[in-house]
């Protein structure tokens, strides 16, 4: 039978990436996203992936959610946390609604949703958890603090749970992104991207959403039950850790 996977915010961007290459893999593939309805249902009539609708920062939601998506499809065996934000401004200028919202999306929601299927994977013995968090949580970045903080919070999370659930077969393991060619990344003024961004990166490109996926596919496998609470790198060289 082929194993269950559910990517967060798999229905844009680089979960879209990831949905795609864990079908191509074999795994019966659910996505979860926030309220792009139309993207969603283009995403679903291109791919045959179902897309469900609920807020990963919301503990009530996931729970209901991955309910939702047991039935259908059967456990959560593989569980990608890629749903994500930024609200970019400097500290002295940044809301407390700007700094809530990024940590709930990016870092609270990677507890909604592994406390939501960690009972499940442990009675079965089996998982594998993937986190996408970033280069900018590895270095910080200006302009992010509140990004900067979830995304090195998952980072911390990812190693905790690794040793906590190492014995019961399952794996948590956290991979950096660079700069990848989203819609995230695509906002960012081209003048911006061209003169600061890309000089930056030694490839001399920004990262294509299906590097990623790779990764996803690599680490989610059930032969790479070795590796756990690592972070996999994935940023063209931009930052060596
Ligand atoms: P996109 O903005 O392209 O897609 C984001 C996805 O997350 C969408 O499906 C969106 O749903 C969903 N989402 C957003 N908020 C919520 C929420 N509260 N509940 C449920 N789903 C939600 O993002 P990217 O593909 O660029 O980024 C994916 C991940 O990779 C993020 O965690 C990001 O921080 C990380 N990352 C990205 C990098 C990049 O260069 N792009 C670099 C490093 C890390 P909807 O369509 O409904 O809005």
Redo the contacts with the bound molecule.
Sequence with gaps: MARVALV??????????VCKALKAAGYEVA???????A??AAFTAETGIPAF??????FAACKAGIAEVTAALGPVEVLV??????RDGMLHKMTPENWHAVI???LT?VFNMCRNVIEGMRERSFGRIVN?????GQKGQMGQTN?SAA?AGEIGFTRALAQEVARKGITVNAI??????????LAVPKEVLEKSILPQIPVGR??E?EE?ARCVVFLAADDAGFITGSTLAANGGQYLA
């Design positions: 967060t915010g798999g229905t844009r961007g680089i979960g879209a990436a996505a979860s996203y926030a309220g792009n309805d993207a969603a609708k609920w807020d990963v920062a919301d946390n890629n749903a994500g934000i930024t709930d999306t990016n929601s996408i968090s970033s280069i900018n990004y995304k950096c992104p660079g700069y990848i060619a989203t819609e995230m990344v920004l990262g959403a990623i």
